[in-house]
T-cell receptor, first 113, second 118 residues
Framework: AQKITQTQPGMFVQEKEAVTLDCTYD???????LFWYKQPSSGEMIFLIY??????QNATEGRYSLNFQKARKSANLVISASQLGDSAMYFC??????????FGTGTRLQVFP | GAVVSQHPSWVICKSGTSVKIECRSL??????MFWYRQFPKQSLMLMAT?????????EQGVEKDKFLINHASLTLSTLTVTSAHPEDSSFYIC??????????????FGPGTRLTVL
């Protein structure tokens, strides 16, 4: 069975600083994908970044990067130069051979001036 | 690209009535769409997987007769909550995956529908 664990229910970061949101996963599928989504208070789920299990390099998308450590089964999201608009819930998720996208419990990020 | 819309964005209905929620992929074809439910301060829970032209696959514990799903085209899936009750009040959100063979392809989400049953 697949499982995603996010151990940080809430995080605070000052504007312009970097922040790391933790995510560990467990799966027996040899091929899988890891995702991060942002959910602001409006409720929409915004896709941020994707990492494939066979990708050699860590994924990056603008200010977002995914610190993928396969041996440790971790896929941490790093947000550089935080902005006030980054305040939201962040969900880590994974998919494997099945169609299902399994979500973690989320981390609420608060960016303060 | 990869825009998914949902309609309505919010709905209030009386207990016992049925509510239909539409999910559309606007700029891509989606063989597979997914329906999730999210309670306040909780994560998303997958309700069912909707495949174009075939019956939906429901997750354990989800009543298929209560939550009717129809995926009539490559760009539209609908969720109908039949005989809604207050406990069905929740945030319903759909996602769509581009027509592809890889289950690991990205799912793009709609903006969600907030259902309140009085």
């Amino acid at each position: 069975a697949q499982k995603i664990t996010q151990t940080q229910p809430g995080m605070f970061v000052q504007e312009k600083e970097a922040v790391t949101l933790d995510c560990t996963y467990d799966t027996s599928d040899p091929s899988y994908g890891l995702f991060w989504y942002k959910q602001p208070s409006s409720g929409e789920m915004i896709f941020l970044i994707y990492q494939g299990s066979y990708d050699q390099q860590n994924a990056t998308e603008g200010r977002y990067s995914l610190n993928f450590q396969k041996a440790r089964k971790s896929a941490n999201l790093v947000i550089s130069a935080s902005q006030l608009g980054d305040s939201a819930m962040y969900f880590c998720a994974m998919s494997g051979y099945t169609d299902k996208l399994i979500f973690g419990t989320g981390t609420r990020l608060q960016v303060f001036p | 690209g990869a825009v998914v819309s949902q309609h309505p964005s919010w709905v209030i209905c009386k207990s016992g009535t049925s509510v239909k929620i539409e999910c559309r992929s606007l700029d891509f074809q989606a063989t597979t769409m997914f329906w999730y439910r999210q309670f306040p301060k909780q994560s998303l829970m997958l309700m069912a997987t909707s495949n174009e032209g075939s019956k939906a696959t429901y997750e354990q514990g989800v009543e298929k007769d209560k939550f009717l799903i129809n995926h009539a085209s490559l760009t539209l899936s609908t969720l109908t909550v039949t005989s809604a009750h207050p406990e069905d009040s929740s945030f319903y959100i759909c996602s769509a995956r581009r027509t592809a063979l890889k289950p690991t392809d990205t799912q793009y989400f709609g903006p969600g529908t907030r259902l309140t049953v009085l």
